[in-house]
């Protein structure tokens, strides 16, 4: 799926202010991860296993 098709989010916990933000667009079977700062450059795709993984890891 080409980036411009997706619905991007930032955390509630983004100031608004820029800087250091990731965007999180969901699909179907894969999560969709961006540097704010660069929408236009690489994004990052997970499958919804490992973006579970992952958040479960970081929340500890």
């Known amino acids: 799926m080409s980036s411009e098709n997706l619905t ?3 955390s509630s916990y983004s ?3 820029g800087g250091e ?4 667009a969901t699909c179907t079977h894969t999560i969709h991860i961006r540097d704010s700062k ?3 450059g ?3 795709t997970l499958s919804r296993a490992a973006w579970a993984d992952f958040l479960a890891h970081a929340t500890e």
Not at 21 to 24: D, F, G, Q, R, S
């Open 21 to 24: 933000c990731l965007e999180v």
């Open 42 to 44: 690489p994004n990052l």
């Open 15 to 17: 100031s608004g202010e």
């Open 8 to 10: 991007w989010f930032k």
């Open 38 to 40: 660069n929408p236009a």
